[in-house]
């Protein structure tokens, strides 16, 4: 299987799996020789993490922002906003899906690239799907950077973000934290 990675400025879109759709987030995935390897395998019902991540646009730039993606039948899945500014009204929301498959994981297990694909579709009437690539480089069985693309029209948008994985009680932290308000 593969990872599923979709983005379009902090987007995340919809991955349909089977007979069921799911709004999913996820990272692609690649590794290096630096990565520790360990005769343990990952557990594969981590939390992915993928930290915001900017490019520059036209007069401003835009900031993806992935939430907590949680892995259901080899699928990353979460929600995601693209922030541009100064042009506000192209802000984004949605969900994102990324397939990963017990083989990718194993691969970065190891401390190899794994190349990933997936999906982002936007919030509301008409929802847009986009797809994503990606490829992600673990540094160690926990972390690592991922190098996502997908088209915006006709202009190539390439985030750059780090990711790790984390135990499941992250997310419940995450997303109280996602719901303070400043």
């Known amino acids: 299987m593969k990872i599923l990675p979709t983005l379009v400025i902090v987007m995340l879109s919809v991955v349909c799996v089977g007979t069921g759709c799911q709004s999913p987030k996820a990272i692609a995935s690649s590794g290096n020789n630096a990565a520790r390897t360990s005769g343990n395998p990952a557990p594969t019902d981590r939390i992915l993490v993928i930290d915001p991540s ?6 401003g730039k835009a900031t993806l922002i992935i939430g907590a993606l949680q892995r259901m039948k080899g699928v990353y899945a979460g929600d995601y906003k693209i922030k541009v500014f100064p042009y506000f009204s192209k802000n984004e929301k949605g969900t994102l899906a990324i397939v990963v498959s017990d083989e990718s994981l194993a691969k970065l297990n190891q401390g190899k690239v794994a190349a990933i694909i997936g999906t982002a579709t936007t919030n509301g009437k008409g929802g847009h799907s986009r797809h994503i690539d990606a490829t992600a480089t673990p540094i160690n069985i926990n972390r690592g950077a ?13 985030f750059a973000p780090t990711y790790h994985f984390a135990g499941k009680e992250t997310a419940v932290v995450l997303a109280q934290a996602n719901e303070i308000k400043p």
């Open 54 to 59: 900017s490019m520059p646009i036209a007069g």
């Open 146 to 158: 991922l190098k996502l693309w997908f088209m915006a029209g006709n202009r190539k948008m390439i």
